[in-house]
């Protein structure tokens, strides 16, 4: 069992910046690609970033390439999400998640999630 608490979030003005961070509770952390999804009320979970074991490999959403980055520090345990250039249209609950050993894009698949946490972009 993998357990993810996540910090960061919070109400920023359009154009500015948030990290959200997601520490996992496992050494094991290592073995589990990472990923960040966001949800608004009465929607689906949409993909934003995932992350390789390593950390050598990234994708990203369309809508956020260029603005955010994910990263991860196995020696903490933790992945982060960085948003820059935020928009009003960024408004969600993100959620960080993990996925053994592989990769993936589609919430589906992943197997631990974080409790979420609100990012609120006013313009």
């Known amino acids: 069992q993998l357990y993810l608490v996540q910090t960061g979030g919070g109400l920023v003005q359009a154009g500015g910046s948030l990290r959200l961070s997601c520490a996992a509770s496992?050494?094991?952390?290592?073995?589990?690609?990472m990923g960040w999804f966001r949800q608004a009320p009465g929607k689906e979970r949409e993909f934003v970033a995932a992350i390789s074991r390593g950390g050598s490999t990234t994708e990203y959403a369309d809508s956020v390439k260029g603005r955010f980055t994910i990263s991860r520090d196995n020696a903490k345990n933790t992945v982060y999400l960085k948003m820059n250039s935020l928009r009003p249209e960024d408004t969600d609950v993100y959620y960080c998640?993990?996925?053994?050993?592989?990769?993936?894009?589609?919430?589906?698949?992943?197997?631990?999630w974080g409790q979420g946490t609100q990012v609120t972009v006013s313009s």
């Open positions: 496992e050494r094991s952390f290592s073995n589990y690609a």
């Open positions: 998640a993990a996925h053994y050993l592989v990769i993936r894009t589609t919430y589906e698949e992943y197997d631990y």
